[in-house]
């Protein structure tokens, strides 16, 4: 199987403080856009001199539901909400769930000094290296940890198949005793989990990630789901990161939707106008990943995500998962009034696409 090379969505950006996103400084609110409009003509050079119309999108007319908004705090936790379970099922899930093995597996410390760890897949559907991104070591992919005919113990700590921490002069993968600097054995599931684990799919972004694009939130979802996974409060979680560039159109398309975008279309109409789908990703994947994370049966998950769609999509053909809780996704220039998160003219027509257009729920 051909593998392509993941360098460059976790680049650290040593002149930016967030560890994938800039931080933008609010732009005052007469300077914003007031209105997306398909009409270039109403741009906000035509509309110079005139008051703007109240923003659906703005934070400053922050919808009363949101929470914290009138006594904006810093970082809040999402309240979760239930999930609708009589919803209806989109009819692209696919029947079958594609194969899925973790070849590696590896701690990364980050800027924010929470610890991860990055696993690597391959699967039988493309050819592309799927990640998970897994907050908490007693998450374990089944698959990574299986025995390999002939592997030795180095072999095994090499592809990231090791219990506790590696260190110089460590010769076994199993758990090392207490009194060795590797650790200790760990349960395979959290004690505490009562609660559910959080998890969120989220499709690569080049744009959004790692070229400081203000056309959509990724970088900053990203994140927020990072930040509420590594907190001390946490039980854990794991971010399950599929290569699906654009909605799953690929970078090229992308941009070529970006200009549409630039010539008045909105993200919806650009995808079409490109002949592609308005959302070409599918899931499957990520459901055979959660189950290779043992996410399977009862154990079920907290699904972090504005898209109604995406809980069952996730799910898969037959429960294979469960969604317990939909933890949903405010944006931080929301929560915080504008102080944080993107001020960009075009994030502004982005977000009332994914609300008007693809039923996105941001609560
Ligand atoms: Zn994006």
Not at 240 to 263: F, H, P, S, T
Request: charged share 25%.
């Amino acid at each position: 199987m051909t593998t392509t090379t993941t360098t460059t969505t976790f680049r650290a950006m040593p002149d930016l403080p967030s560890h994938i996103s800039p931080v933008y400084t609010p732009t005052p609110l007469s300077s914003r856009i007031p209105e997306y409009s398909l009409d270039p003509s109403s741009s906000p050079h035509s509309r110079a001199g005139s008051p703007p119309p109240p923003n659906l999108i703005s934070p400053a007319f922050t919808p009363p539901l949101t929470p914290e908004s009138h006594t904006p705090a810093v970082d809040p936790e999402p309240v979760p909400v239930p999930v609708n379970v009589s919803a209806p099922r989109p009819q692209k899930l696919l029947q079958k769930l594609p194969e899925v093995e973790c070849i590696v597996r590896a701690r990364i410390p980050t800027v924010t000094g929470a610890e991860m760890f990055l696993h690597v897949y391959q699967n039988s559907a493309d050819n592309k290296e799927h990640l998970a991104i897994v907050f908490g070591s007693h998450i374990r992919s089944k698959s990574m940890f299986a025995v390999k005919p002939g592997e030795t113990e180095r072999d095994r700590m090499t592809r990231g198949a090791y219990e506790g921490r590696l260190h110089p002069g460590r010769v076994t993968s199993r758990a090392e005793s207490t009194s060795g600097p590797g650790g200790v054995s760990e349960p395979f599931h959290d004690t505490r989990e009562d609660v559910p684990p959080l998890v969120r799919i989220h499709s690569e972004c080049y744009t959004g990630e790692t070229a400081w694009s203000a056309r959509c939130d990724c970088g900053e979802q990203l994140d927020e789901a990072a930040r509420l996974m590594s907190l001390p409060s946490s039980t854990g979680g794991v971010i399950v990161y599929l290569r699906q560039e654009g909605r799953g159109i690929g970078l090229g398309e992308k941009l070529k939707a970006y200009n549409l975008q630039d010539l008045g279309s909105d993200t919806v109409e650009a995808n079409l106008l490109l002949r592609h789908p308005a959302d070409a990703r599918s899931y499957g994947l990520a459901t055979a990943m959660l189950l290779d994370l043992d996410f399977g049966g009862d154990r079920g998950i907290r699904l972090l995500t504005n898209n109604p769609d995406k809980v069952r999509a996730v799910e898969g053909p037959h429960q294979e998962i469960v969604v317990k809780q939909r933890v949903p996704m405010v944006p931080l220039a929301w929560k915080t009034g504008g102080k944080k998160g993107i001020n960009s003219e075009e994030i502004e027509g982005y977000l009332k696409a994914k609300i008007g257009k693809m039923g996105h729920m941001i609560e």
